[in-house]
Nanobody, 123 residues
Framework: QVQLVESGGGLVQTGGFLRLSCAAF????????MGWFRQAPGKEREFVAA????????YYTDSVKGRFTFSRDNAKNTVYLQMNSLKPEDTAIYYC????????????????WGQGTQVTVSS
């Protein structure tokens, strides 16, 4: 088992920035592919970004490309999502996830989840 704890959410104005963190506790973290998902009210959970175990490869949904950066520090068992140029449509609960069995885009494939952190972007 691995426990994931997100932090860094908050309220920010359009064009602002936030950095989300996700700390992992428990089993070996460095071997896991990690993902970020988000869920807005009344909408399905959607893929935001993923990062390979080494951090050498990152993947983003089109709507955040060029604005969000996913990174990891395996020595600290932590991943980060730097979110710049935030827009109101980025408002959602953001979830950190680990260890997908198959496609990293599908939320149902991930075996471990954090509790989520709220991001609100005001217009």
């Amino acid at each position: 088992q691995v426990q994931l704890v997100e932090s860094g959410g908050g309220l920010v104005q359009t064009g602002g920035f936030l950095r989300l963190s996700c700390a992992a506790f428990g089993r070996t973290f460095s071997s896991y592919l990690m993902g970020w998902f988000r869920q807005a009210p009344g909408k399905e959970r959607e893929f935001v970004a993923a990062i390979s175990w080494s951090g050498s490869r990152t993947y983003y949904t089109d709507s955040v490309k060029g604005r969000f950066t996913f990174s990891r520090d395996n020595a600290k068992n932590t991943v980060y999502l730097q979110m710049n140029s935030l827009k109101p449509e980025d408002t959602a609960i953001y979830y950190c996830a680990a260890d997908p069995s198959g496609s990293y885009i599908s939320w149902s494939r991930y075996n471990f989840w954090g509790q989520g952190t709220q991001v609100t972007v005001s217009s």
